[in-house]
C-alpha cells in the first residue's frame, strides 16, 4: 500500500474554468497563464488539455516554456517578463515565444540580436504597478523603435493592475484611466486584465486577457462577484486518517504542544505535512473534511503528517478520506487560515505529491486507475 495522499486534477473543471473566461469577455482572447508549472497542475497537462481551446500560453520564463515545447505543445507562448539576458532572444525567436519588453536594456539587447525570425514584442507599461514596465512616454518611445529595428513584430501594450481585486477599485481606476490615455496614443493591441479584471471588470477586456489562478478555481475575489461562484476547483488534495488518538483533557498534540484538549479529544493523524507543501503556518480551526464532514486541524503542522479533530465524527477512524482543499472545501479558506491566499498553497504543493490527471481532450490523462475500479464496480448498481 501506498501513501494515501494525492492531488487529483480535474481537466475538464480547468477547461470550464477557461471557458467561463472565454464567455465573460466574448471579444478577447484568453492567453491561459501557466507559470509555476500551472499554479501547481502541471504545465503540460494542463496545457494539452487547453490545447483546443487557448490560442497561446503564457509563463515567466523561458525554461517554463522550453518545457511545454518538449511537451509537444506548439502554441504562441509569452515570456511575460520577457528575457533575463540578451542570448535568450534567439531561441524565443527560434520557439515563437512572444517577449515582454519591459526595462531598456532589454529593448536594446533585443536591437543588437541576430534573429532567425522577428519576435512579437508586448510592452510593458508601468501604469502604476511600480514592479515592470515602461512609462507612457517610454512605451511611445520604445514603440518607435521596435517598429524601425526590424527585430520585433505584432506589438502589443501590456499592462498589470495592483488591485483589480480591490472592492473598493479607486487605485484599478487610477491604472485603467492611465491605460486609456496611453492606449489612443499607442494604437496597440491591449493586454490588460488578470483573473480579477477578467471576472470582475469588463472594461479591462482588450484584445488579449491574462487570466491565472481563476483557471484553476482559485476565486481571487473570494465570493464577492456572481461570475467566480461559477469556477470549479481543478485541484483536490487528499488523504487518509493513518492512525488515531484518544487525549484526556489538559494533554498537548504535537510540537510544542500547541493543541491542548478541553474535552476528552479523538485524535485522527493524517498522511500529509508541510513536506508536502501543506502551508505550517495553519492555525488550528483551520477547515478540514473527513469522510465530507467538516471539521478542524488541531495541533502544528509536521513535515509528514497533520493532526484534525475528530471528536464529534464516531463514524471517522483509520482510512477515513480526508480532503485538505479541493472539491467540498475552498482553498480560499484554507488559505485564510493560514495568513495567506489560494496562489501559494497551489503553487506550493510540491512534488512529493503524486499528481492523477482525470477528463480533459487530448490530455496527458491518467484515468486508468479509475476506470477499472469503475469496470469492477458498474455504475448501474441497482442492475
Ligand atoms: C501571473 C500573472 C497573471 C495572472 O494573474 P492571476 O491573478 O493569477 O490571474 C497575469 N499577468 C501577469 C503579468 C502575471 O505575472
Redesign the pocket.
Known amino acids: 500500500m501506498s501513501r494515501p495522499l494525492r492531488a487529483d486534477i480535474d481537466l475538464d473543471a480547468l477547461r470550464h474554468n477557461y471557458q467561463l473566461a472565454c464567455e465573460l469577455a466574448p471579444h478577447s482572447r484568453a492567453l491561459a ?1 501557466i ?1 509555476a508549472d500551472a499554479y501547481g497542475h502541471g504545465a503540460v497537462a494542463c496545457a494539452q488539455a487547453l490545447a483546443d481551446l487557448a490560442p497561446a500560453f ?1 509563463v ?1 520564463t523561458i525554461e517554463e516554456a522550453l518545457a511545454l515545447r518538449a511537451g509537444g505543445i506548439s502554441h504562441p507562448v509569452v515570456l ?1 517578463e520577457g528575457v533575463f539576458e540578451a542570448a535568450e532572444y534567439a531561441l524565443a525567436a527560434e520557439h515563437d515565444f512572444w517577449c515582454a519588453i519591459h526595462s531598456e536594456w532589454q529593448l536594446a539587447a533585443l536591437e543588437q540580436s541576430e534573429l532567425a525570425q522577428p519576435l512579437s514584442c508586448w510592452i510593458k507599461f508601468d501604469s502604476g504597478m511600480h514592479r515592470l514596465g515602461f512609462t507612457a512616454e517610454q512605451v511611445l518611445g520604445a514603440k518607435a523603435r521596435l517598429e524601425a529595428c526590424g527585430k520585433a513584430r505584432d506589438l502589443h501594450l501590456m499592462t ?1 493592475f495592483a488591485s483589480a481585486d480591490s472592492l473598493t477599485p479607486d487605485y484599478f481606476q487610477q491604472q485603467m484611466a492611465a491605460v486609456t490615455a496611453l492606449a489612443a496614443q499607442a494604437e496597440l493591441p491591449l493586454c490588460l486584465a ?3 479584471a477578467t471576472l470582475a471588470w469588463p472594461e479591462t477586456h482588450a484584445a488579449w486577457n ?5 483557471l484553476y478555481g482559485g476565486d ?1 475575489l473570494e465570493g464577492a462577484n456572481d461570475a467566480s461562484r461559477r469556477l470549479k476547483p481543478v485541484m483536490t488534495l487528499s488523504s487518509a486518517i493513518i492512525a488515531v488518538r484518544e487525549i484526556a483533557i489538559g494533554e498537548p498534540v504535537g510540537y510544542s504542544g500547541r493543541f491542548v484538549a478541553t474535552r476528552p479529544t479523538r485524535i485522527g493523524v493524517v498522511a500529509c505535512g508541510y513536506g508536502d507543501g501543506y502551508d505550517r503556518h495553519a492555525v488550528d480551526g483551520t477547515p478540514v473534511l473527513v469522510d465530507g464532514q467538516e471539521t478542524v486541524l488541531a495541533g502544528k503542522v509536521s513535515m509528514d503528517m497533520l493532526t484534525v479533530d475528530i471528536t464529534d465524527l464516531p463514524e471517522a477512524g483509520v482510512g477515513s478520506r480526508v480532503v485538505l482543499w479541493g472539491e467540498g472545501l475552498e482553498v480560499n479558506r484554507v488559505a485564510a487560515s493560514c495568513d495567506t491566499i489560494s ?1 501559494t498553497l497551489l503553487t506550493g504543493l510540491l512534488p512529493r505529491v503524486p499528481r492523477h490527471y482525470h477528463g480533459g481532450v487530448g490530455s496527458a490523462a491518467d484515468d486508468q486507475g479509475v476506470a477499472q475500479l469503475a469496470s469492477a464496480q458498474p455504475l448501474d448498481t441497482h442492475a
Open positions: 497563464v507559470k503564457a515567466a511575460l498589470h488578470n483573473s480579477p491574462r487570466p491565472g489562478i481563476m481571487p496562489y
